[in-house]
């Protein structure tokens, strides 16, 4: 089974800085992605930024990057510049790849909760 | 397209009743998945489905029943609700060749 582990339940940042939220993985497959999704208070499940395995170069989506160690099973967020709207929890997720047909289902983490000071 | 839409947004339950838990999507998406978000918990996979007339049992899905009659539509049943069955309830959807899944805005649910 894959586990997916975010130990930072609570984390805060002030407005404009930048801050790293932390993820590890298991995992004994050789392909699959990983993703960052956002929890804002609506409850709206929104993806931040996604990584294959297979790829060696960090995901980046402005002021969101990622910095992914496949050999140590680590997968954090960066977020540069922290804004009062990133406040938010945030989960750490992981898909085997397969090809079609198997569902292929997420694992999330427990989240973090990121407040964002102004 | 309005993506995934669940309805209803807030419901609460006495122990023993039964309701469904829609979900449409507009995006064609062949995966549709229901996740449960039990407080301070990531999501938990309780079914999901490949594509029309085809479903899967996730790591959570007792007390749960699902069809897929149309590519559209993924409704969740629960037939004796249980305190225990008190979470939040994503659906979410994917396109085959896609990786990403696309959530709806959850359905908030109490059991009294």
């Known amino acids: 089974a894959q586990t997916v582990t975010q130990s930072q339940p609570e984390m805060s940042v002030q407005e404009a800085e930048t801050v790293t939220l932390s993820c590890t993985y298991d995992?004994?497959?050789?392909?699959?992605?990983l993703f960052w999704y956002k929890q804002p208070p609506s409850r709206q499940m929104i993806l931040v930024i996604r990584q294959e395995a297979y790829k060696q170069q960090n995901a980046t989506e402005n002021r969101f990057s990622v910095n992914f160690q496949k050999a140590a099973k680590s997968f954090s967020l960066k977020i540069s510049d922290s804004q009062l709207g990133d406040t938010a929890m945030y989960f750490c997720?992981?898909?085997?790849?397969?090809?079609?047909?198997?569902?292929?289902?997420?694992?999330f983490g427990t989240g973090t909760s990121l407040t964002v000071i102004p | 397209n309005a993506g995934v839409t669940q309805t209803p947004k807030f419901r609460i339950l006495k122990i023993g009743q039964s309701m469904t838990l829609q979900c449409t999507q507009d995006?064609?998406?062949?995966?549709m998945y229901w996740y449960r978000q039990d407080p301070g918990m990531g999501l938990k996979l309780i079914y999901y489905s490949v594509g029309a007339g085809i479903t899967d049992k996730g790591e959570v899905p007792n007390g749960y029943n699902v069809s897929r009659s149309t590519t559209e539509d993924f409704p969740l049943r629960l037939e004796l609700a249980a305190p225990s069955q008190t979470s939040v309830y994503f659906c979410?959807?994917?396109?085959?060749?896609?990786?990403?899944?696309?959530f709806g805005p959850g359905t908030r649910l109490l059991v009294l």
């Open positions: 995992t004994s497959e050789s392909n699959y992605y």
């Open positions: 979410a959807g994917r396109e085959q060749l896609q990786e990403t899944q696309y």
């Open positions: 995006m064609n998406h062949n995966y």
């Open positions: 997720a992981f898909m085997k790849f397969y090809p079609s047909n198997t569902g292929n289902q997420f694992y």
